[in-house]
Nanobody, 119 residues
């Protein structure tokens, strides 16, 4: 089992910045990758950014150049630095951990943190 606790959401004006944090605990040795997803009202949950245990990253086209995902292995924490925020970035942001154990995969989710960008 993996537990994820997010923090760092809030209200910010367009052009501002926020940093989200996601602390993982439990069976963290089995985590293959971690990422951030977001879900806006009436829309499907979408991948924002992800980072593998090896440090490879990928981003949604809509956030490339503005958001940066990173990890602190000593703290078992993943961060999402969000700069140049836009109103369309408004959503609930969820931390995700992908556990790989042999042929089996399992997703874990945090409780979500609200990010609101005002125009």
């Amino acid at each position: 089992q993996v537990q994820l606790v997010e923090s760092g959401g809030g209200l910010v004006q367009a052009g501002g910045s926020l940093r989200l944090s996601c602390a993982a605990s439990g069976s963290i040795f089995s985590i293959n990758a971690m990422g951030w997803y977001r879900q806006a009202p009436g829309k499907q949950r979408e991948l924002v950014a992800a980072i593998t245990s090896g440090g490879s990253t990928n981003y949604a086209d809509s956030v490339k150049g503005r958001f940066t995902i990173s990890r602190d292995n000593a703290k078992n924490t993943v961060y999402l630095q969000m700069n140049s925020l836009k109103p369309e970035d408004t959503a609930v942001y969820y931390c995700n951990a992908l556990e790989v154990a042999g042929p089996a995969e399992r997703d874990y989710w945090g409780q979500g943190t609200q990010v609101t960008v005002s125009s």
